[in-house]
């Protein structure tokens, strides 16, 4: 994406973090911030019941490494003079606002492409930009989780009620790596056709993709699926259940065809005699005999804790994983080798920041990027760049139009 510029007005995680993903891909991503709250979501001192330090913050630096912050006041006719001077020099306009915001503040297609009629404009949004809804706001917690279905999909029914989402921003990171696929193929096809589009991604569309099997399923058969409890998970393959070891962890096996792994997974698991059990030897019977294979298994790994089976799975042919937690990824040699994790400089001087890298990698190349930027850094800069010169940019200052 060198060579790319993008506009980005849109605050919180969802749209930001299409940003993120064309700032880790090279592009240059300019994030226009209101010149004195900046982003609303600095302002978050809570995420999921953690205190927050402004000066070290999940919720910005996820979304926001690599880019450039401009302090532009797009409510004030001079700060929207500048927003159009920006346009002029973009490949990509990126908003979540919604459209009666749009139109008050003169940012809305219309405008930015009257500046700039090559730009292709991309919307993120709750429900979508078009229908009754349009004008709605949400959050992942209410498009993606709550009205989609995919929350009640996973809030087992004995439960007796629903399970809070529990992953702040989960839905706008899976939303923002979609709009940003959807501009890479803007992108692609102007470049071949000279013609420019609009991208709209929502994050209603964003859970029923992410959900589109079980979701085809439920509109073919009008049946819902259910996350079950753990004592009611019932398995028709031994193979493919979650296990509990000896000082409480959870190994999960995932041997979806049983064919050709039956007897190296019964030596792994310390069963080896089973293998040559006429009720285990084969697939039909495997699965004729499922209760009793799971009872033999969950006795088997019940013997050893956790870390034994984490290494000694290692060399089974058939699939299985860990049950861990999102921190103990950070120190998982596989996602340590993949370049999962990023340093950046942080903010407060301190520590280096680790984000979470992209999960594109170009050539097996691990990505570079720098820190969020603090809001308003590089507004001067910025300007500059677009050749207003030093007197001009006082006079937008003095009128509170920039930061």
Known sequence: MQGVRVLEVAQFTFVPAAGAILADWGADVIKVEHPVRGDTQRGFINMGGFQLDPNRHPLIEHPNRGKRSVGIDVSTPGGQEVLYEIAKTADVFLTNYLPAQRQKNKFDVEHIRAVNPNIIYARGSAYGDKGSERDTGGFDGTAFWTRSGVGHALTPEAINGALSQGIPAFGDSIGGMNIAGGISAALFHRERTGETAEIDVSLLSTAWWAAGASV?????????????????????????????????GTINLCI????????????????????????FSDVLPLIENASEGVELIAKAIGSKPFEYWRQHLKTMKGQWAPFQSLVDLATDDQAVAND?????????????????????????EPLETTRAPQASEHTEIVLMEL????????ELKDAGAIA
């Open 387 to 394: 050749g207003l010169d030093w007197d001009r940019i006082e």
């Open 340 to 364: 999962m994790i990023v340093e950046v400089d942080a903010s407060d001087g301190g520590k280096p920041f680790k984000v979470v890298r992209g999960p594109v990698q170009f050539n097996h």
């Open 256 to 279: 979806v065809s049983p064919t050709g792994y039956i007897r190296d997974a019964f030596e792994h698991l310390g069963l080896p005699e089973l293998a040559d059990d006429p009720r």
């Open 216 to 248: 085809t399923q439920g509109m073919e058969t009008g049946e819902t699926m259910r996350s079950l409890m753990p004592d009611d998970a019932t398995s028709v393959n031994p193979f493919m259940a979650n296990y509990r070891t000896s000082d409480g």
